[in-house]
């Protein structure tokens, strides 16, 4: 069965990533498919170390004992990583991109171990649009990854929504989020 891991980078269980996440996660079940969301918030991730141990030959693996070794885990076993997050002073939250620099774990050869999977970005953002958001920075982020680790690019669904519950003044967002779940 197809496997989706939704890492969330938005501290707020009830804001507008959050409800991206949620609405994905429906429509993802909807086609008897898993989805997990992870609150990243929740657990302890150290910031890379940059110890270099996990590129040693023969390594692969994080040192770090810490809850990122759930994560690996939980990557591995997916087929898709949805990325979630607000935008936080015109990038991704502290929350999500720590985790994602703990990513290096998974080189050198990062093609390798991302083979065949896919990767989307659910964003929020407080300002009226991308661009004076800061949002766009995170797009090229996102974008940067998903080619450097050579898997599929879902796209990006983006709203803008200050306060909890906000986004849903944009009425094509949920719809946005399925059609995501549809590309899974
Ligand atoms: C620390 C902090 C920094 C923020 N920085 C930005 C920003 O740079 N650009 C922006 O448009 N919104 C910014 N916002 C607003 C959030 O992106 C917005 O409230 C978003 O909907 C929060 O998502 P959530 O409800 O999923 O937590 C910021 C909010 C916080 C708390």
Known sequence: MMKTLILMGSPRPMGNTAKMAE?????????????????????????CQACGVCHMPGMGECIVDDDMK?????????????????????????????AIDRFYAF????????????????MS?????????????????????????????????HCQGYEPGELERNKDIKAKCEAMAMKI
């Open 23 to 47: 609405w994905l996660t429906e429509s993802v079940k909807e086609r008897d498919m898993e989805a997990e969301t992870v609150y990243l918030n929740a657990l302890s991730i150290k910031p």
């Open 70 to 98: 759930e994560i690996y885990e939980k990557i591995k076993e997916s087929d898709c990583i949805i990325f979630a997050s607000p935008v936080y002073f015109f990038n991704l939250t502290a929350q999500i991109k720590t």
């Open 125 to 157: 953002y407080g300002d009226d649009n991308l661009e004076v958001s800061g949002g766009k920075n995170a797009v090229a982020s996102f974008n940067d990854m998903a080619a450097y680790l050579g898997v599929e690019n879902l796209g990006v669904v």
């Open 107 to 122: 080189g050198p050869d990062y093609k390798k171990s991302f083979h065949g999977k896919k990767f989307g970005l659910l």
